[in-house]
T-cell receptor, first 114, second 115 residues
């Protein structure tokens, strides 16, 4: 199916473990984004990518690592999970020029760090 | 640094009312502005996108306006329905002058339309 998919949908992990959240889009959009959503903070940008092998930090990048070896995939890794990283994580993609300049979101990954 | 604010944080209205949601941003050098809807436990869905050169966009009962010089956008919902209950977020995208094309989001307005 066309679109942007995130996996897993739910994840429970322990403090100190490494966790990778997956994001896959089928539109070949150049831009991909990772956001976290927390009560009281709204959506905050973690990392974004303008193309394969081009990534840059957002507002809250500490403790996270991204890679983009292929245009369609943009995994987010928590190197050593902490309780403060408990959140809902959203992946999104878009182009710069019409008609695909809208931002499209995945369904999110709810991560709990115990 | 771009900051986006949405007021009010929550709004409750009776069915049938026309309503306005507000979004303000601090840096007027934006590429575009989008309004999104988010239902509980779900991702965000884009409702309207306004280019920096445009003044408004319309889709059905929704109308979004943009005043770049004053750093404001409004989302007008006509004849509200209980199905419109959701959180509405605005996001601005930086452009060539900022050197990036990333989106910055407001914290949203939680709307409840009472039947």
């Amino acid at each position: 199916d066309a679109g942007i998919t995130q996996s897993p949908r739910y994840k429970i992990t322990e403090t100190g473990r490494q966790v990778t959240l997956m994001c896959h889009q089928t539109w070949s959009h150049s831009y991909m984004f990772w956001y976290r959503q927390d009560l009281g903070h709204g959506l905050r940008l973690i990392y974004y990518s303008a193309a394969a092998d081009i990534t840059d930090k957002g507002e809250v990048p500490d403790g996270y690592v991204v890679s983009r070896s292929k245009t369609e995939n943009f995994p987010l890794t928590l190197e050593s999970a902490t309780r403060s990283q408990t959140s809902v994580y959203f992946c999104a993609s878009s182009e710069i020029r019409a008609p695909n300049e809208k931002l499209f979101f995945g369904s999110g990954t709810q991560l709990s760090v115990l | 640094k771009q900051e986006v604010t949405q007021i009010p944080a929550a709004l409750s209205v009776p069915e049938g009312e026309n309503l306005v949601l507000n979004c303000s941003f601090t840096d007027s050098a934006i590429y575009n502005l989008q309004w999104f809807r988010q239902d509980p436990g779900k991702g965000l869905t884009s409702l309207l996108l306004i280019q920096s050169s445009q003044r408004e966009q319309t889709s059905g009962r929704l109308n979004a306006s943009l005043d770049k010089s004053s750093g404001r956008s409004t989302l007008y919902i006509a004849a509200s329905q209980p199905g419109d209950s959701a959180t509405y977020l605005c996001a601005v995208r930086g452009g060539p002058t900022s050197g990036t094309y990333k989106y910055i989001f407001g914290t949203g307005t939680r709307l409840k339309v009472l039947a």
